[in-house]
């Protein structure tokens, strides 16, 4: 068997809870770590169905995309439908994670996969992240404390850009200065102005790690009083972000985008709002229900957004704004993640028997 931690600490990665929006509950949601696992369930949404799945098929994880306990509960007992469920599972010893938003957002995620299936290329974030805060560290090293302060300043999180580390500019230039009686200067002499060959060393730092940064390079100074500078950077893009944009291999028609969407789902008939015969190439995507993307899809000029599911009055914003909406329902925009994720767990763990819920299903149905 697999120890549980193994598990959580690949979909952790695979879908970090950094990328989930901040009113989410992701992570293991019900179990102990500790434990181990040998079968897993990947499923949509916690149901009296997929809880008897997984209990009668001997589920050690249950992984679901929308989270159990997302509200705060004073207390858990089989007197309603959620608490029924989750002691269900607890005395089977089912544990229950749930990456929602962090897979929907992150590269290779629902998303993603939905912007494959419609074949977009050039695909980028619908609403790009900011990356972490940065900073420019600016200090002035003495040549003979170059190599000492650099390596410290790079040992303490300093020069990082990408794939590169240790990454810096330096510039020999002349500084000079007064020392009072009361100092004590590493070079030269006090009560008289002193010019010293010095090298301006730059180096880019993360927000968080300025002050370990600055103590390294306080240690390494050979000055009394090393002079340095630290400038805010202006926050820039972290690469990831949510929903997605991207362009269709050739412009078509919103009607045939539609006919593809309800093909490549395997779903019932797709609603649109929109002229069908108007011309699509640009296309959004945001899976479940993503009325709060509508202004980001405008904003980036798309001539069309795939979403689940939307409210009456989006579909007249969306109008007004000459967007077209290709609907498919939210079950069908997140289902394929459900089994594109049982498909990846079997494949990085072969020793492991993965699935998605067999019982499951849509519980929208048309007549």
């Not at 240690?219 to 690469?239: I, T």
């Not at 108007?278 to 296309?283: C, L, S």
């Not at 000029?301 to 969306?318: I, K, N, Q, S, Y």
């Amino acid at each position: 068997m697999l120890p549980l931690a193994t598990l959580l600490d690949h979909l952790d990665r695979f879908a970090p809870r950094s990328l989930a929006a901040e009113w989410d509950n992701v992570g293991l949601l019900l179990g102990d770590r500790t434990g181990s696992v040998e079968r897993v369930m990947t499923c949509l949404t916690l149901t009296p169905e997929s809880v008897a799945e997984a209990v009668a098929d001997k589920a050690q994880l249950v992984v679901t995309h929308h989270p159990i306990l997302f509200r705060a509960v004073k207390s858990l007992t089989a007197d309603t439908p959620q608490g029924k469920m989750l002691l269900a599972l607890a005395r089977a010893g089912v544990a229950v994670h749930s990456p929602h938003t962090a897979f929907d957002n992150t590269r290779g995620g629902i998303n993603d996969i939905l912007a494959g299936r419609l074949g977009l290329a050039e695909v980028k974030p619908l609403r790009p992240a900011a990356g972490p805060g940065q900073c420019k560290l600016v200090v002035f090293v003495p040549e003979a404390d170059l190599a000492k302060v650099s390596d410290a300043i790079f040992a303490a999180g300093a020069g990082q850009i990408g794939e590169y580390r240790e990454c810096s500019f330096r510039l020999a230039g002349t500084g000079t200065f007064y020392g009072s009686d009361a100092s004590n200067p590493a070079v030269g002499q006090k009560g008289r102005r002193e010019e010293v060959a010095e090298v301006r060393l730059e180096a880019v730092v993360p927000e968080a790690k300025v002050e370990g940064v600055v103590a390294a390079l306080r240690k390494a100074h050979s000055y009394e009083e090393p002079a340095f500078d630290v400038y805010a950077l202006r926050p820039g893009l972290a690469g990831a972000g949510e929903g997605r944009i991207g362009r269709l291999p050739k412009p078509t028609t919103l009607d045939d985008l539609a006919r593809q969407v309800r093909q490549e789902l395997r779903c019932g008939p797709v609603q649109v709002v929109g002229d069908v015969a108007k011309p699509v190439e640009r296309v959004a995507v945001a899976c479940g229900a993503a009325g709060e993307f509508l202004p980001d899809a405008v904003r980036a000029r798309a001539d069309g957004f795939l979403t689940g599911e939307l409210r009456f009055h989006d579909f007249l914003a969306a109008q007004a704004a000459g967007l077209a909406l290709v609907l498919p329902g939210h079950y069908a925009t997140e289902r394929i993640g459900v089994e594109a994720l049982a498909e990846r767990l079997a494949k990085e763990f072969p020793a492991l028997k993965v699935w998605a819920s067999r019982r499951e299903s849509d519980p929208v149905g048309w007549i």
